[in-house]
């Protein structure tokens, strides 16, 4: 998955990830079993924009969703103040997330779904 860094003059303090085809729980999925990950957490949707929270390497880190509407989660410390030096570790780990096949399988249908009533309006203009 392509990853957005997020720098400051000190270093790495978070990066951002396309949400259009990875949900928290997706993500809650790919983080269980990974070296350096404990404690997730699925936080209240109607109370917070964080969506995760987890520890990676003893700090806490945060799956949060600007707004509660965004196309990218930013991931990174829960206090980000300072970068801290295993978010760059944290950020090859989401490199290599894999969207689910079935949501690309869904956005190709809705896409071709789109398409079709296109060329019918098309169709039907031309031929009326």
Known sequence: MK???IKTDTGLIGFEI???YVSPRYI????KDKNGISN?????????DNRLEFEYLGDTYVV???YGDNSRYWIG??????PLPQTPELESLFAKLK??????????AFIL?????LANLVYSKMFA
């Open 3 to 5: 990853t957005y860094p």
């Open 18 to 20: 396309e949400n259009s």
């Open 28 to 31: 809650e999925k790919y983080l």
């Open 40 to 48: 997730i957490r699925r936080k209240n949707l109607e109370h917070s």
């Open 64 to 66: 949060f969703e600007p």
């Open 77 to 82: 410390p829960k206090k980000p103040e300072m």
């Open 99 to 108: 969207e689910p096949i079935y949501m690309k399988l869904l956005w190709l």
């Open 113 to 117: 779904l789109i398409a079709f009533k």
